[in-house]
């Protein structure tokens, strides 16, 4: 009797792989319930406190003129997008490290699913699936609390910019869970917060424009997801938006999404299937 075949010998037609990944909607949605106050009340909190302290008090002490500002109107308006993508690659960062490692070395939930008519490829879109969910709900929150502060240049534009952080997020969450997946155990995640994610927060464009870095710096910047996220989102949102760069920022997002979703089921392969 094939795999396919209930006990009683009917055939039971397989579901399509996207049906499959959509059948752990329950599993991710349980997981969530233990923790949405924590999460909606810090997406509140989190872009409220970015803008006081970086946009508003800060940017008081800012005086600069909008061409040097990559168009921006206000220093507050050039921020905003930067920490909205920064928002993004931390939430990312965070989904698919630790929770990762739990869920196949702590919890061992991923050797359960795979127990079931599930395959490697399904776990790992659901996840990534439950990260890119998580963005969209913070990034809405985080535009809508912007709203009242005037940085936002039309709704399309904003709408746009949520838009934008779903890509950023599998582009940032694939290559980290690839790694997570690979790892025998957390200590390398030490070396990618603080290695990798805190010079992408402070020198991918969030917080002044890379130009002000020098030739080498900002020629090395411009390689980072960070970068292409934040001048996508910061275009979408102030409404300077160029057809040519906009293209190139959305295929390198979509370019490493595309890599590290693959990386991702690679990895994870390898430490499940044995």
Same mark, same amino acid.
């Given at each position: ?35 949405? #106050? ?8 989190? @872009? ?17 003129? @909008?061409?040097?500002?990559?168009g921006a109107p206000s220093y507050l308006a050039f921020v905003v997008p ?6 993004? *690659? *931390? *939430? ?15 919890? #061992? ?38 709203? @009242?502060?005037?940085?936002? /240049? ?16 599998? %582009? ?5 869970? %690839?790694? +997570? ?34 030739? +080498?710096?900002?020629?090395? /910047? ?53």
């Amino acid at each position: 009797m094939s795999a396919t075949e209930a006990t009683s010998g009917v055939a039971v037609p397989e579901q399509p792989w996207w049906r499959r990944v959509w059948n752990l909607r329950d599993y991710w949605l349980t997981v969530y319930r233990r923790t949405w #106050k924590g999460s909606v009340v810090n997406s509140f909190v989190t @872009p409220l406190l970015y803008v006081a302290a970086m946009g508003m008090l800060l940017g008081s002490y800012v005086q600069a003129d @909008p061409a040097t500002l990559d168009g921006a109107p206000s220093y507050l308006a050039f921020v905003v997008p930067g920490m909205l993508a920064a928002q993004t *690659m *931390m *939430m990312a960062f965070g989904e698919s490290t630790y929770p990762v490692m739990g869920q196949i070395k702590w919890h #061992k939930t991923y050797f359960s699913m795979l127990a079931t008519p599930l395959g490697v490829p399904e776990i790992v879109l659901a996840n990534l699936g439950f990260v890119v969910a998580r963005v969209a709900l913070a990034s809405a929150v985080f535009v809508a609390v912007m709203v @009242p502060f005037g940085v936002l /240049a039309s709704p399309w534009g904003a709408l746009g910019a949520i838009a934008v952080q779903l890509v950023a997020g599998v %582009a940032f969450a694939g290559p980290i869970y %690839a790694f +997570a997946a690979s790892s025998d155990n957390e200590q390398g995640f030490t070396v990618i917060f603080r290695v990798l994610l805190l010079p992408l927060f402070l020198f991918s464009g969030g917080f002044f424009p890379v130009s002000n870095l020098g030739p +080498a710096l900002e020629t090395a /910047a411009a390689f980072t997801p960070l970068f292409h996220a934040t001048e996508l989102t910061r275009s979408l949102m102030i409404g300077t938006t160029e057809t040519g760069p906009a293209l190139v920022h959305l295929a390198y997002l979509a370019t490493l999404a595309a890599v590290g979703v693959a990386l991702s089921i690679r990895a994870l392969q390898r430490r499940l299937v044995r």
